[in-house]
C-alpha cells in the first residue's frame, strides 16, 4: 500500500490547515488510520487516529479541540483539519495505515506511512 501525504505548509500561529493523505494499492476501507507527526530533534509522536469506518475517532491531549480527523473510504483519503494552529504544531507530518481493528494509538503498530508533510508555523 502507498500513501501520499500533502496539504503542508507555512501558516501564521491562528490559521488552519487541512492535510490530506490519499492511499493506493490496499482496501483502504479495511484500514485503521492515524497521523503522526515529528519536530526537529524530538521522538515522532500521535497526534490522532480514526477506525475503518470513521465512526471512532481519538486525538492527543495536545491537539484535542483543535484537530479534527477525518476519512472518505469513496475517496481513499484520510484528512486532518488543523484549526488554531500554534509555533509548536511545528513538524513534519505523516499518515500512517494499520491492520489492526479499532483506534490505533502505537506508531509500532502502522504497518504502512507515507513521506510526510512540512508543516510550519510562525509566531
Known amino acids: 500500500v502507498q500513501l501520499q501525504a500533502s496539504g503542508g505548509g507555512l501558516v501564521q500561529a491562528g490559521g488552519s490547515l487541512r492535510l490530506s493523505c490519499a492511499v493506493s494499492?490496499?482496501?483502504?476501507?479495511?484500514?485503521?488510520m492515524g497521523w503522526f507527526r515529528q519536530a526537529p530533534g524530538k521522538e515522532r509522536e500521535f497526534v490522532a487516529a480514526?477506525?475503518?469506518?470513521?465512526?471512532?475517532?481519538y486525538h492527543a491531549n495536545s491537539v484535542k479541540g483543535r484537530f479534527t480527523i477525518s476519512r472518505d473510504n469513496a475517496k481513499n483519503t484520510v484528512y486532518l483539519q488543523m484549526n488554531s494552529l500554534k509555533p509548536e504544531d511545528t513538524a513534519v507530518y505523516y499518515c500512517?495505515?494499520?491492520?489492526?481493528?479499532?483506534?490505533?494509538?502505537?506508531?509500532?503498530?502502522?504497518?504502512?506511512w507515507g513521506r510526510g508533510t512540512l508543516v510550519t508555523v510562525s509566531s
Open positions: 480514526i477506525n475503518w469506518s470513521g465512526g471512532s475517532t
Open positions: 500512517a495505515a494499520s491492520t489492526v481493528i479499532g483506534i490505533v494509538t502505537s506508531r509500532y503498530q502502522y504497518n504502512s
Open positions: 494499492g490496499g482496501t483502504f476501507s479495511s484500514y485503521s
